[in-house]
């Protein structure tokens, strides 16, 4: 998985290590897109900060790196979903530089049939 991960022009795994210890992540995926112009689009998820690590703008440099990587590829948008109702995180998200509110979201999961290595 690692190396079509690696190999994916679209997919981008951010990291800010510290001494070599992994403290914060997030992935940006660049989605191909007929409408806009053809220009894609961005999704980030798996936004994760170490906790002993929050609080220092770590997580916030994460979520630039990853922005301006999608505005390199020419996205006409970036969007972030989060599972997390606490309102410091949404904030945390806010002072990033996503607005809350411009679109709904929803989530279809797998059937329950499905074994959770076959889901996302």
């Given at each position: 998985?690692?190396?079509?991960?690696?190999?994916?022009?679209?997919?981008?795994?951010?990291?800010?290590?510290?001494?070599?210890?992994?403290?914060?992540?997030?992935?940006l995926?660049?989605v191909?897109?007929?409408?806009?112009?053809?220009r894609?689009?961005?999704?980030?998820?798996?936004?994760?900060?170490?906790?002993?690590?929050?609080?220092?703008?770590?997580?916030?440099?994460?979520?630039h790196?990853?922005?301006?990587l999608?505005?390199?590829?020419q996205?006409?948008?970036?969007?972030?979903?989060?599972?997390?109702?606490?309102?410091?995180?949404?904030?945390?998200?806010?002072?990033?530089?996503?607005?809350?509110?411009?679109?709904?979201?929803?989530?279809?999961?797998?059937?329950?049939?499905?074994?959770?290595?076959?889901?996302?």
């Open positions: 998985m690692w190396d079509a991960i690696l190999n994916d022009p679209r997919l981008f795994y951010i990291v800010a290590d510290l001494a070599s210890q992994l403290v914060a992540t997030c992935n995926t660049i191909p897109n007929l409408t806009r112009g053809a894609p689009y961005g999704i980030i998820e798996n936004v994760v900060t170490h906790s002993d690590y929050r609080q220092q703008g770590i997580g916030t440099q994460v979520l790196y990853a922005l301006n999608a505005w390199e590829q996205c006409y948008k970036v969007m972030l979903l989060t599972s997390s109702k606490r309102e410091e995180t949404l904030h945390f998200y806010e002072r990033a530089g996503f607005k809350r509110g411009v679109k709904t979201g929803f989530i279809a999961l797998p059937p329950e049939h499905l074994s959770s290595s076959q889901s996302c």
